[in-house]
């Protein structure tokens, strides 16, 4: 099984900053990577797959790169609605696996 | 619109069984891979199950594996998880998604094994 880990847990950031969140593969996924934001009591939402490729309605503040074990999410300007929790995971093989999450909270 | 309509969820007892249905609208079912994910309480996300686009193949993690049984009826657009010998640790809310990066999501629906 691929192990993805998520750093760091929490992420305490002002809005108008910037947000980088990292995610790491003990295997390499190549570029099979996403990642999702989760606000409570929602479902996830796709925001970044093939690594770097931001997902319908996305908007351009939201930016993936890496590839095969070492990936990163940033956000280049915090909104209000931008505090949620980030889960990045690999599609890889056919067992897709999540990291542990990266909650972004206002500072 | 492009939708998935969980529902099945409930509560059960351990050793029980339930079955979760997943109905897909406003897009070409057959086309897709189709995969239940979980999420227990205050916890993060786990992948569960996964089917191809014709039923032939068919992937569990490790701790459902001879307990869940993922499979889909293309003519009706719909996916199904029938879980059995359920356990505490099942307690969560299943989601059903579209591909294998998750472009869509169910809204989810909670199950809940407690005696």
């Known amino acids: 099984e691929i192990v993805m880990t998520q750093s760091p847990a929490t992420l305490s950031v002002s809005p108008g900053e910037r947000a980088t969140l990292s995610c790491r593969a003990s295997?390499?996924?190549?570029?099979?990577l996403a990642w999702y934001q989760q606000k409570p009591g929602q479902a996830p939402r796709l925001l970044i797959y093939?690594?770097?490729t931001r997902a319908t309605g996305i908007p351009v503040r939201f930016s993936g790169s890496g590839s095969e074990t070492e990936f990163t999410l940033t956000i280049s300007s915090l909104q209000s609605e931008d505090f949620a929790v980030y889960y990045c995971q690999q599609y890889n093989n056919w067992r897709g696996t999540f990291g542990g999450g990266t909650k972004v909270e206002i500072k | 619109e492009e939708q998935l309509v969980e529902s099945g969820g409930g509560l059960v007892q351990p050793g029980g069984s339930l079955r979760l249905s997943c109905a897909a609208s406003g897009f070409t079912f057959n086309i897709y891979w189709m995969t239940w994910v979980r999420q227990a309480p205050g916890k993060g996300l786990e992948w569960v199950a996964n089917i191809k686009q014709d039923g032939s193949e068919k992937y569990y993690v490790d701790s459902v594996k001879g307990r869940f049984t993922i499979s889909r009826d293309n003519r009706k657009k719909s996916l199904y998880l029938q879980m059995n010998s359920l356990r505490a640790e099942d307690t969560a809310v299943y989601y059903c998604?579209?591909?294998?990066?998750?472009?869509?999501w169910g809204q989810g629906t909670m199950v809940t094994v407690s005696s």
């Open positions: 998604a579209r591909r294998a990066d998750f472009d869509i």
């Open positions: 295997q390499s996924v190549r570029t099979n």
């Open positions: 093939g690594a770097s």
